[in-house]
C-alpha cells in the first residue's frame, strides 16, 4: 500500500479528487481498510486514488457518495476532474459554477461551455494544438456534463450574452452551427437561463477584451477571466467589480430576449440554406 502524503490538491485533477476523497474518509472516521470493506474495494486502490495516482471509477464514486451521505458531491468533483483537459487552475472554477445561484456570462467568439452541444465542443477540441485525439472523448463528455447543473432541484440562474460573431464562427461546418444554434433557441426557453445577443452593428463594446463569467456564491461573487493560455478566478472586490461593470455594459448594449431569439432565427436560416 502506497503511503500516506501530503497532496497539492492543485497539482492536478487526480490530486484535487484524492484530496477531498480523503478529506471525507477522515471525517468519518474511517480507514482506508475500514472504507474498502464498506464500498468492497481494496485499500491498495484507495490509497492509489488518494494520493492522486489515478482516478476512481463511476460506481467507486456513486458507493463513497452513499458511504459519506453526500448528494452527489464526489460524482460532481469526479465528473469535473476526469477529463484531461481539465488544468489544475481551471478546477476551481468548476467546483464554484456548481455551487452559484447567479451565473453572468459574457462570451465574444464562441459558445460557452455550459450551452453548448456535443459536436460543437468536439469540433473545438479539434482544433486545439497538441490534443489527443484519445482524450478528446472524454474531453466532449466531461464538458456536456457540466449542463447537468441545470437539472438541479434549485438550479444557478445563467444570464448570458453573446456577440453576434458567435453565431457566424463556423465551428464544425454548417450543420454544426445549424444545430448548435437551435439549441440555443432551446435552451433559451428554461425558466433558468436569458440569453441575449449583441449585434454586430453596436461596433465597439466594454467585452473586446475577453469573455469572463461572474457567479455569484453564498453571498460572495468571484470572477473567471478567461484567456488563450490560462485563465484566472478571482475573488479581488476591485477585480469583480471592474467585470461587473463591463457586463453591465455589454447587456446594456444586447438585444431583448424576444429580438436576440430572432437574431438567432435569422442565422439559423443563413446556415440550412
Wanted: negative net charge; glycine residues 6%.
Amino acid at each position: 500500500m502506497s503511503p500516506q502524503r501530503e497532496l497539492d490538491p492543485e497539482s492536478s485533477p487526480a490530486a484535487r479528487f484524492g484530496f477531498e476523497l480523503r478529506k471525507r474518509r477522515v471525517a468519518a472516521d474511517l480507514t482506508q481498510e475500514a472504507l474498502g470493506d464498506v464500498i468492497k474495494y481494496t485499500p491498495a486502490l484507495i490509497s492509489m486514488i488518494e494520493n492522486g495516482h489515478r482516478l476512481p471509477t463511476a460506481d467507486f464514486v456513486h458507493r463513497c457518495d452513499a458511504v459519506f451521505g453526500l448528494d452527489g458531491t464526489l460524482h460532481r468533483l469526479w465528473q469535473m476532474c476526469r477529463s484531461d483537459t481539465a488544468k489544475k487552475w481551471f478546477v476551481p472554477w468548476l467546483e464554484i459554477e456548481q455551487t452559484a445561484s447567479m451565473l453572468y456570462a459574457w462570451e465574444h467568439s464562441l459558445v460557452p461551455g455550459l450551452l453548448q452541444i456535443p459536436d460543437y465542443a468536439r469540433a473545438l477540441f479539434l482544433g486545439m494544438p497538441r490534443m489527443r485525439p484519445l482524450s478528446i472523448d472524454d474531453a466532449v463528455t466531461a464538458r456536456i456534463e457540466r449542463q447537468a447543473v441545470f437539472e438541479r432541484e434549485r438550479p444557478p440562474m445563467l444570464c448570458a450574452v453573446l456577440d453576434e460573431v458567435v453565431l457566424q464562427r463556423p465551428v464544425g461546418g454548417a450543420a454544426v452551427m445549424r444545430e448548435q444554434l437551435e439549441h440555443l433557441l432551446t435552451v433559451a426557453e428554461h425558466p433558468c437561463i436569458t440569453l441575449q445577443i449583441v449585434p454586430l452593428q453596436v461596433g465597439c463594446t466594454a467585452g473586446l477584451g475577453g469573455a469572463f463569467v461572474l457567479a455569484h456564491v453564498h453571498g460572495h461573487d468571484l470572477a473567471y477571466l478567461d484567456s488563450t493560455v490560462q485563465g484566472a478566478v478571482t475573488a479581488l472586490p476591485g477585480d469583480v467589480e471592474e467585470v461587473r461593470v463591463r457586463h453591465d455594459a455589454v447587456r446594456a448594449a444586447a438585444l431583448s430576449q424576444d429580438a436576440s431569439a430572432e437574431l438567432i432565427k435569422e442565422w439559423v436560416q443563413r446556415w440550412t440554406s
